[in-house]
């Protein structure tokens, strides 16, 4: 009884203190949910913990809140939640970092005001703190968020372990090429036998190229080659409208790769779980 009491109290008093700072009841719910009793101290300590996703506040919001409830405009923790804001506007664009000098002018966007040695100490603390990683492309500085360093790490390493599994001997490769020729009415250009040889013979493959190169064609002749061999496939895409474009183009259905994985919600509602993992691998020969 003693902690529902807590609990309740604590919601109480955190709705409150929303409502008397202009700040959305909803909001602070999935605040509560996430923090619990600690809630209304770990919000009026760093007001902008509200710039996520999960809890769907822009900047701007949180940080009239923030500064509505005493936050200097030249703090440091103002300037770091800027740095972190447009690094997740960049990952909601499709951008796995940011260069440092596009991270700071965007970032000045927000802040109203123009420090170079606060943003420096910002995007240091940041990455003393593990929140974000500093890296060189070529003679580029960039910024990632730390989850998608790691992603993107775990993603390289992967596929080159994947990579170094000795390809496997396809026979018949040029005379199945042949017999996909004829049914499918096309001849295939030197460059698109080598993919579809090597879809049959090596673990991982990227097949790329501009509009118009003949990848469409070459993924037919993949999916043909991969019916011949008795090969059990799945097609799967980014995105619901790619999904939708593959299984018109190629005749078959793809599904998303959330929908594929069987994605759910976390029960605090903060992420996504997949009921497919390395424990529980799907039943197929290729991807």
């Known amino acids: 009884i003693s902690g529902y009491m807590k609990n309740t109290m604590s919601l109480r008093l955190l709705l409150e203190f929303f409502a008397s700072n202009n700040m959305r009841s909803e909001i602070a719910l999935r605040l509560f949910r996430k923090h619990q009793s600690k809630s ?4 009026t300590e760093n007001p902008y913990i509200l710039v996520d996703d999960y809890y769907g506040v822009s900047f701007e919001e949180a940080d009239r809140f923030a500064i509505e409830i005493g936050v200097e405009r030249d703090s440091l923790m103002r300037f770091s939640a800027a740095i972190k804001a ?4 960049g990952m909601q664009n499709g951008h796995m970092y940011l260069p440092r000098d596009v991270l700071t002018e965007y970032a000045d966007r927000y802040l109203g005001l ?37 992603a993107e790490s775990q993603v390289a390493e992967r596929i080159y372990q994947m990579s170094r599994i000795k390809p496997s001997k396809l026979r018949n490769g040029d005379s199945l090429i042949e017999q996909i020729e004829q049914e499918l009415g096309i001849t295939y250009a030197e460059f698109q036998r080598d ?7 090596h673990s991982v493959m990227i097949l790329t190229g501009g509009p118009g190169t003949g990848k469409t064609t070459t993924i ?16 799967a895409a980014p ?7 593959m299984s018109e183009l190629c005749g078959e259905e793809a599904k998303t790769i959330h929908r594929l994985l069987e994605a759910v919600m976390s ?21």
């Open 40 to 43: 209304l101290e770990s919000v």
């Open 86 to 89: 447009v690094l997740l506007l």
């Open 114 to 150: 123009s420090d170079e040695k606060k943003k420096s100490e910002a995007i240091d603390s940041l990455a003393r703190d593990g929140e974000i990683v500093r890296d060189r492309i070529g003679d580029m500085e960039v910024c990632y968020l730390t989850v998608l360093f790691d």
């Open 195 to 201: 993919a579809i040889k090597a879809s049959a013979s």
């Open 220 to 235: 037919k002749a993949i999916l043909r080659m991969y019916d011949l061999l008795d090969v059990d496939y799945v097609l």
């Open 239 to 245: 995105t619901g409208r790619a999904a939708k474009r």
């Open 267 to 287: 029960p605090d509602g903060a992420s996504t779980e997949f009921s497919r993992n390395s424990d529980n691998k799907l039943k197929l020969e290729a991807l």
